[in-house]
């Protein structure tokens, strides 16, 4: 098996093994016993989306980062991000672009997944979770 060492869109090192997105899962996982780290779903979810973009059309990720500076800015109610987000994904429109389309753009970030991700550490994982998505807002500019 041929292992890639940094995740090759935002350079975060492999966790246990576990690459970005089995981090992501994990921390998702965490929030059935963490209601603050439930009340942080956007972000965690958000954030992860942000650092690994070549997944998504520009449209969306030029939605997303609006709702996401919204969100952290001035607080915009989750039930709007779903209502502006529903928009932007309704009918026809496009969100994933094709597999053969998406071309991986290493960035690096102050902060990345494995920042939030410590193995068998989830308590404080909604408050890694915020300063994870403050880190973002800063860098994004
Ligand atoms: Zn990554």
Known sequence: ??????CPECGAPLVDGMNCCEML???L??????????????????????????????????????VYVQRLDNQLPIAEIRR??????????????????RQPTLRHWRMTIANVYLPNQPVGAAGRVRAWA????RERG
Request: glycine share 6%; charged share 20%; aromatic share 8%.
């Open 134 to 137: 403050a880190a973002i807002r």
């Open 25 to 27: 899962g994990a921390i």
């Open 29 to 66: 996982a965490w929030e059935w016993s963490d209601p603050e780290l439930m009340q942080e779903h956007f972000l965690t979810v958000a954030s992860y989306n942000l650092q690994h973009p070549a997944q998504f059309t520009n449209e969306m990720l030029t939605r997303l980062g609006e």
């Open 1 to 6: 098996m041929h292992t890639i060492p940094h």
């Open 84 to 101: 502006r987000m529903g928009q932007a994904t309704a009918g026809s429109t496009r969100v994933r672009k094709p597999e053969a389309e």
